[in-house]
Nanobody, 121 residues
């Protein structure tokens, strides 16, 4: 019904930058919030940043001032610009979107397949 396709992960040295993208496609009527979460080995998945439909953003304290989330509503795409990367940012990054489907009164939560970000020291 809805697919989230992420791109932009990779290997970078500490202090470097990466930009993640996530494009949503499918039977979409409207998208509410879009965001990024991450999961490091042996740890729980945690919120990184979200971008609400009203333009509001929310960041984890650990990434404030280094990461910037943005969104292109016309393309149903959310981005995460990551600067000043640290080894502790190493994780699989997952895109998330809250979606109302065409012809459905229900709100559904969708996840991407994840993209690996590795920051070397």
């Amino acid at each position: 019904q809805v697919q989230l396709v992420e791109s932009g992960g990779g290997l970078v040295q500490a202090g470097g930058s990466l930009r993640l993208s996530c494009a949503a496609s499918g039977s979409i009527f409207r998208i509410n919030a879009m965001g990024w979460y991450r999961q490091a080995p042996g740890k729980q998945r945690e919120l990184v940043a979200t971008y609400n439909s009203d333009g509001g953003t929310n960041y984890a304290d650990s990434v404030k001032g280094r990461f910037t989330i943005s969104r292109d509503n016309a393309k149903n795409t959310v981005y995460l610009q990551m600067n000043s990367l640290k080894p502790e940012d190493t994780a699989v990054y997952y895109c998330n979107a809250g979606v109302w489907l065409n012809g459905s009164p229900y709100y559904n939560d969708y996840w991407g397949q994840g993209t690996q970000v590795t920051v070397s020291s």
